[in-house]
């Protein structure tokens, strides 16, 4: 055996070991959590990554303790994370799963990792910088969707990719016959990507075609998808294999490293020991640490704030300060880009909030395919890949199909990668009803995408500079972003009156509340966020017009984290809220602010305004009765001062 | 055919209320053929030419920048160069402080001028009855106005509850005004307090400029209160001197910083902001060398200090026309004025 074989044996080896001895500290009671093993599937990670260059990327999947050890060697820091212990590769937070290192990302939901690959050899391509991008996924992950999202952008942009396909022909329990219609490298080469295989069980073969497929996707040829057929010879997890003993003896007689141990005994049982060995070493060391060294923060962010008069609004409608604003950001910024469906000249983005982009950053502002979990998922892999990408959804309804990479990616990355990345991005989106686009088209769905740790979630209104707004967004961007606008926002001029007798002023947060003050002591709070404070004011006006009831509006521009301490100032001075918003309350931030009053024992008089509890109807007169307006906080603000 | 045919803002796209006006291209009153380009309008998806449907004379009713409603005028095509077209739509912004509907009904119904809330940003009926009541309760003395200034008044006031609104100004010599303080230490902090002191003072001499119209009769007030008008952070107010005649330079002074000092923390009260007889609001900090100021409900003059221009600045006092002429407001200005150069 040749050196380098011999190099692929141990390693090999060393993964095999690291890995039964991870089911024997779990049968032990020594480890928390699950355990998928590749045991069977070691020579798919060692064929790779043979051929990877220090700056290439490598992303895997739920069964990634193979790819991780082939890729970076560090099996201490492996099975320092699976005890959960503070020296694992991510601090104990991550656990199986979960791993980060260098250029290694892996995460346990399927398909999702797709597009953050395709993300990052996206960013790579886009500014010329060296390095590939693998991604690791399982045949059962053939089921999802977005993988296929991953395979049309990818070609079509021709990014480096490399889709490594581990056909194990099992996905948990089942079978791959029960689920998997059509061909494999078919699905692939539909998308005109080119295809190649190998198989684990014959190595030397195996390794050409994986440098081969490394080096055409180096060599600047667009992606490529290599299929590893591979033996997975232990369960999914533990104990839940229900194939026949029989079938997976067979499937033993074919695992490479019994082949080499029948040829090498001498060699084998050398290396193994060695393995064996540094594995007891690690599984000490990781001990002798304990678990749990992480002080935990749980501010709730309460702040108490000052106040300021508010600037003069702009004499331009929202939507060309938001034009402004992103031609501001590609301007100054090289890692900024621009995608998302429509964008691009002349149609210039659903609400022309990218109009004239492309043309003056040609190649920073693309379109995209309908594809918006490939989209937001592009966006997580370019900003691990150091870029600061703008992704626009053209409807807010449509976030919907980017829950997966917003809440299992975006939201986590930080966290349980021991906070040494972060994906930091704009996500762009408009909600918002009253245009008569019926169900899925009118949906202030916001309340799905709030108090998710490491995201940041701000909503424009015409009363603070949309361009101003961003920069502070770009200024402070170190994390995913989600900005809420809103279709009625897009067109409304930004100096507009305020109604008469009223006036404004902004927080010193860095995205301020904004406090509507009549000049005198306030009857009741109104709170509401977004474009809804266009419907607040006129609520306002009306109450001191007609009804001689002084209302003052607070409205927050950060959704999340969120601050409660501006609204419950004026609460208490006001004693009454009432909550205002177009989306449904029901465990919505109107509840979550008013649940903060309630525990600081500021909430007195208390209603909440809201969507009908219904999809909101296309027809016009439907559509007004089922989102409230400034009649209806007129009416319930005054049920509250009759109270 | 009416002579004037308004031409409208098109409804472009759906999500537009209000389109701005971007660009003339027609110059004012010039003619044009059907089909030529008046102007750029900006929807909130682009920017458009707006033609003209006829030929005729372009008549603006809108300026560049402004906003524009969807089907709103924004201007007119006329026969002829000089035919007359309508005056602009109502809706434009209006100054001074905004009522409740209940508030106003009582203000038509009681004819009290709005300008008696200038100092306020929102009014409620309350607030109205409030200054019914401090009026109504005032101490003042009615003496009917000459038949001379009655029959004056029915020419030019029409019937009408306002002040027929006139202006006298004088101009003083900066140098004097600044020894006169040098010599006044008291307003060191606040110059124009030594206007307000002496003003006070001239208004005892003067007592028809401490009284209002009211009904054909000069309502003398008894007391002598000088309001002065703040213009800052807080919004407009006017907070008042009672008994400014017989106070102090020390005490002037005091009560205008401890007036002041309520303004910027918020604390002015209906008591420190209301029983005005007499106002002065000082402009000098803000370059206008000469103004006509509002007067007051329930008060017949207003003292305006404009910027020195030149080495003086002028004493504007507008007066109601209907107790005093520019003969009686030239000698107040006159008294007024030698009181403080004398101090010099």
Same mark, same amino acid.
């Given at each position: 055996?040749?050196?380098?074989?011999?190099?692929?044996?141990?390693?090999?080896?060393?993964?095999?070991?690291?890995?039964?001895?991870?089911?024997?500290?779990?049968?032990?009671?020594?480890?928390?959590?699950?355990?998928?093993?590749?045991?069977? %599937?070691?020579?798919?990670?060692?064929?790779?990554?043979?051929?990877?260059?220090?700056?290439?990327?490598?992303?895997?999947?739920?069964?990634?303790?193979?790819?991780?050890?082939?890729?970076?060697?560090?099996?201490?820091?492996?099975?320092?994370?699976?005890?959960?212990?503070?020296?694992?590769?991510?601090?104990?937070?991550?656990?199986? %799963?979960?791993?980060?290192?260098?250029?290694?990302?892996?995460?346990?939901? %399927?398909?999702?990792?797709?597009?953050?690959?395709?993300?990052?050899?996206?960013?790579?391509?886009?500014?010329?910088?060296?390095?590939?991008?693998?991604?690791?996924?399982?045949?059962?992950?053939?089921?999802?969707? &977005?993988?296929?999202?991953?395979?049309?952008? /990818?070609?079509?942009?021709?990014?480096?990719?490399?889709?490594?396909?581990?056909?194990?022909?099992?996905?948990?329990?089942?079978?791959?016959?029960?689920?998997?219609?059509?061909?494999?490298?078919?699905?692939?080469?539909?998308?005109?990507?080119?295809?190649?295989?190998?198989?684990?069980?014959?190595?030397?073969?195996?390794?050409?075609?994986?440098?081969?497929?490394?080096?055409?996707?180096?060599?600047?040829?667009?992606?490529?998808?290599?299929?590893?057929?591979?033996?997975?010879?232990?369960?999914?997890?533990?104990?839940?294999?229900?194939? +026949?003993?029989?079938?997976?003896?067979?499937?033993?007689?074919?695992?490479?490293?019994?082949?080499?141990?029948?040829?090498? +005994? $001498?060699?084998?049982?050398?290396?193994? $020991?060695?393995?064996?060995?540094?594995?007891?070493?690690?599984?000490?060391?990781?001990?002798?640490?304990?678990?749990?060294?992480?002080?935990?923060?749980?501010?709730?962010?309460?702040?108490?704030?000052?106040?300021?008069?508010?600037?003069?609004?702009?004499?331009?409608?929202?939507?060309?300060?938001?034009?402004?604003?992103?031609?501001?950001?590609?301007?100054?910024?090289?890692?900024?880009?621009?995608?998302?469906?429509?964008?691009?000249?002349?149609?210039?983005?659903?609400?022309?909030?990218?109009?004239?982009?492309?043309?003056?950053?040609?190649?920073?502002?693309?379109?995209?395919?309908?594809?918006?979990?490939?989209? &937001?998922?592009?966006?997580?892999?370019? /900003?691990?890949?150091?870029?600061?990408?703008?992704?626009?959804?053209?409807?807010?309804?449509?976030?919907?199909?980017?829950?997966?990479?917003?809440?299992?990616?975006?939201?986590?990355?930080?966290?349980?990668?021991?906070?040494?990345?972060?994906?930091?991005?704009?996500?762009?989106?408009?909600?918002?009803?009253?245009?008569?686009?019926?169900?899925?088209?009118? %949906?202030?769905?916001?309340?799905?995408?709030?108090?998710?740790?490491?995201?940041?979630?701000?909503?424009?209104?015409?009363?603070?500079?949309?361009?101003?707004?961003?920069?502070?967004?770009?200024?402070?961007?170190?994390?995913?972003?989600?900005?809420?606008?809103?279709?009625?926002?897009?067109?409304?001029?930004?100096?507009? +009156?305020?109604?008469?007798?009223?006036?404004?002023?902004?927080?010193?947060?860095?995205?301020?509340?904004?406090?509507?003050?009549?000049?005198?002591?306030?009857?009741?709070?109104?709170?509401?966020?977004?474009?809804?404070?266009?419907? /607040?004011?006129?609520?306002?006006?009306?109450?001191?017009?007609?009804?001689?009831?002084?209302?003052?509006?607070?409205?927050?521009?950060?959704?999340?984290?969120?601050?409660?301490?501006?609204?419950?100032?004026?609460?208490?001075?006001?004693?009454?809220?009432?909550?205002?918003?177009?989306?449904?309350?029901?465990?919505?931030?109107?509840?979550? /602010?008013?649940?903060?009053?309630?525990?600081?024992?500021?909430?007195?008089?208390?209603?909440?305004?809201?969507?009908?509890?219904?999809?909101?109807?296309?027809?016009?007169?439907?559509?007004?009765?089922?989102?409230?307006?400034?009649?209806?906080?007129?009416?319930?603000?005054? $049920?509250?001062?009759?109270? | 055919?009416?002579?004037?045919?308004?031409?409208?803002?098109?409804?472009?796209?759906?999500?537009?209320?209000?389109?701005?006006?971007?660009?003339?291209?027609?110059?004012?009153? *010039?003619?044009?053929?059907?089909?030529?380009?008046?102007?750029?309008?900006?929807?909130?998806?682009?920017?458009?030419?707006?033609?003209?449907?006829?030929?005729?004379?372009?008549?603006?009713?809108?300026?560049?920048?402004?906003?524009?409603?969807?089907?709103?005028?924004?201007?007119?095509?006329?026969?002829?160069?000089?035919?007359?077209?309508?005056?602009?739509?109502?809706?434009?912004?209006?100054?001074?402080?905004?009522?409740?509907?209940?508030?106003? *009904?009582?203000?038509?119904?009681?004819?009290?001028?709005?300008?008696?809330?200038?100092?306020?940003?929102?009014?409620?009926?309350?607030?109205? @009855? @409030?200054?019914?009541?401090?009026?109504?309760?005032?101490?003042?003395?009615?003496? !009917?106005?000459?038949? @001379?200034?009655?029959?004056?008044?029915?020419?030019?006031?029409?019937?009408?509850?306002? *002040?027929?609104?006139?202006?006298?100004?004088?101009?003083?010599?900066?140098?004097?005004?600044?020894?006169?303080?040098? @010599?006044?230490?008291?307003?060191?902090?606040?110059?124009?307090?030594?206007?307000?002191?002496?003003?006070?003072?001239?208004?005892?001499?003067? !007592?028809?400029?401490?009284?209002?119209?009211?009904?054909?009769?000069?309502?003398?007030?008894?007391?002598?209160?000088?309001?002065?008008?703040?213009?800052?952070?807080?919004?407009?107010?006017?907070?008042?001197?009672?008994?400014?005649?017989?106070?102090?330079?020390?005490?002037?002074?005091?009560?205008?910083?401890?007036?002041?000092?309520?303004?910027?923390?918020?604390?002015?009260?209906?008591?420190?902001?209301?029983?005005?007889?007499?106002?002065?609001?000082?402009?000098?900090?803000?370059?206008?060398?000469?103004?006509? !100021?509002?007067?007051? *409900?329930?008060?017949?003059?207003?003292?305006?200090?404009?910027?020195?221009?030149?080495?003086?600045?002028?004493?504007?006092?507008?007066?109601?026309?209907?107790?005093?002429?520019?003969?009686?407001?030239?000698?107040?200005?006159?008294?007024?004025?030698?009181?403080?150069?004398?101090?010099?």
């Amino acid at each position: 055996m040749d050196d380098r074989s011999e190099d692929r044996l141990r390693a090999a080896l060393l993964i095999r070991a690291v890995e039964t001895r991870l089911l024997s500290l779990y049968a032990e009671g020594r480890l928390n959590g699950t355990v998928h093993t590749c045991i069977g %599937q070691e020579y798919s990670g060692i064929a790779v990554a043979e051929h990877l260059r220090p700056e290439d990327r490598v992303v895997s999947n739920h069964r990634c303790h193979g790819h991780f050890i082939a890729r970076t060697g560090d099996a201490e820091g492996l099975i320092a994370e699976l005890m959960g212990r503070p020296q694992g590769v991510c601090g104990g937070r991550g656990g199986s %799963q979960h791993l980060h290192k260098d250029g290694f990302y892996s995460n346990g939901v %399927q398909g999702g990792i797709a597009p953050v690959a395709t993300g990052m050899a996206y960013e790579l391509f886009r500014r010329g910088q060296d390095g590939i991008v693998v991604v690791f996924l399982g045949d059962g992950t053939l089921g999802e969707g &977005v993988v296929y999202e991953s395979f049309n952008l /990818a070609s079509k942009w021709s990014l480096p990719v490399l889709f490594v396909l581990e056909n194990n022909r099992v996905a948990q329990s089942t079978p791959q016959r029960q689920t998997l219609a059509g061909g494999i490298d078919a699905r692939a080469a539909a998308f005109g990507i080119a295809t190649g295989s190998g198989v684990t069980w014959k190595p030397e073969a195996l390794i050409t075609a994986a440098g081969e497929a490394v080096a055409r996707v180096r060599a600047g040829k667009g992606p490529f998808f290599l299929r590893i057929d591979t033996d997975r010879l232990n369960a999914h997890s533990k104990g839940d294999d229900d194939r +026949p003993a029989a079938e997976v003896a067979k499937l033993r007689e074919r695992d490479p490293l019994h082949a080499i141990r029948a040829a090498e +005994p $001498e060699l084998y049982d050398r290396l193994e $020991e060695e393995a064996r060995l540094r594995v007891e070493k690690a599984v000490e060391a990781a001990e002798k640490v304990p678990e749990g060294g992480e002080d935990f923060e749980d501010a709730d962010g309460w702040r108490g704030v000052s106040w300021s008069a508010a600037p003069g609004g702009e004499k331009a409608r929202a939507v060309v300060r938001i034009n402004q604003a992103l031609a501001d950001a590609l301007k100054a910024d090289e890692r900024v880009s621009l995608f998302g469906e429509d964008l691009e000249d002349p149609y210039g983005g659903a609400f022309k909030a990218t109009k004239g982009l492309s043309s003056a950053y040609p190649g920073r502002v693309r379109n995209t395919p309908i594809s918006e979990a490939a989209i &937001v998922g592009m966006a997580n892999g370019a /900003a691990l890949a150091g870029g600061r990408p703008v992704v626009e959804l053209m409807f807010g309804d449509f976030m919907a199909l980017a829950a997966d990479q917003w809440i299992n990616h975006a939201s986590k990355f930080g966290y349980m990668y021991g906070d040494s990345v972060a994906a930091p991005f704009v996500l762009r989106t408009p909600m918002g009803g009253r245009r008569g686009y019926g169900p899925t088209h009118s %949906q202030s769905l916001e309340k799905h995408f709030l108090g998710l740790p490491g995201t940041r979630v701000l909503a424009l209104n015409a009363r603070f500079d949309p361009r101003e707004f961003y920069k502070r967004v770009f200024a402070s961007l170190d994390r995913p972003t989600l900005v809420l606008e809103n279709k009625l926002l897009y067109g409304r001029p930004l100096d507009a +009156p305020l109604p008469a007798g009223f006036s404004l002023e902004i927080s010193d947060e860095a995205f301020p509340t904004i406090r509507l003050s009549p000049d005198a002591g306030a009857d009741l709070t109104l709170f509401c966020w977004g474009d809804a404070l266009d419907e /607040a004011e006129r609520a306002a006006a009306r109450l001191f017009e007609e009804e001689e009831i002084f209302v003052e509006i607070i409205c927050s521009t950060a959704l999340y984290p969120f601050n409660a301490a501006p609204l419950a100032e004026s609460v208490s001075r006001s004693g009454r809220l009432l909550t205002f918003e177009e989306g449904l309350s029901f465990s919505s931030l109107s509840a979550e /602010a008013a649940a903060a009053l309630a525990e600081r024992g500021v909430l007195k008089q208390f209603s909440r305004l809201a969507s009908a509890r219904r999809p909101i109807p296309s027809s016009k007169v439907l559509e007004v009765r089922s989102l409230p307006d400034a009649a209806a906080i007129v009416a319930r603000a005054k $049920e509250l001062l009759d109270a | 055919m009416p002579d004037a045919k308004p031409v409208r803002v098109p409804q472009e796209t759906v999500n537009d209320e209000r389109v701005r006006l971007v660009r003339w291209r027609v110059e004012e009153g *010039a003619p044009v053929e059907p089909g030529a380009v008046l102007a750029e309008i900006e929807t909130s998806k682009s920017v458009l030419e707006v033609t003209a449907g006829e030929g005729g004379f372009l008549r603006r009713a809108a300026s560049e920048g402004d906003w524009v409603p969807v089907g709103g005028v924004f201007c007119y095509l006329t026969v002829h160069a000089d035919d007359p077209v309508p005056a602009a739509e109502a809706g434009a912004k209006t100054e001074g402080p905004a009522f409740s509907r209940k508030a106003r *009904a009582l203000l038509e119904k009681e004819g009290v001028d709005p300008a008696a809330f200038s100092g306020m940003g929102m009014v409620r009926e309350e607030d109205v @009855r @409030r200054h019914l009541a401090s009026a109504s309760a005032k101490g003042v003395r009615r003496e !009917p106005l000459s038949a @001379r200034k009655r029959s004056e008044n029915a020419a030019l006031s029409g019937g009408g509850a306002n *002040a027929l609104r006139s202006l006298a100004a004088l101009r003083c010599s900066e140098e004097a005004y600044r020894r006169a303080v040098e @010599r006044a230490p008291a307003f060191e902090a606040t110059p124009s307090g030594l206007i307000l002191f002496e003003a006070a003072r001239t208004l005892k001499e003067f !007592p028809l400029f401490n009284a209002y119209y009211a009904d054909g009769d000069a309502a003398y007030y008894d007391g002598v209160n000088v309001g002065f008008v703040v213009d800052g952070d807080r919004g407009l107010r006017v907070p008042v001197i009672h008994g400014a005649d017989s106070k102090t330079e020390d005490e002037t002074a005091r009560e205008i910083q401890d007036l002041l000092l309520a303004y910027h923390e918020d604390e002015l009260n209906v008591e420190r902001l209301s029983g005005g007889t007499f106002t002065i609001t000082d402009l000098s900090g803000e370059g206008v060398t000469r103004f006509d !100021p509002l007067i007051n *409900a329930a008060q017949s003059a207003i003292l305006g200090v404009a910027a020195p221009e030149g080495g003086s600045f002028e004493l504007c006092l507008a007066f109601d026309h209907r107790l005093h002429e520019g003969r009686s407001a030239a000698a107040f200005l006159h008294v007024l004025k030698s009181r403080i150069t004398a101090r010099a």
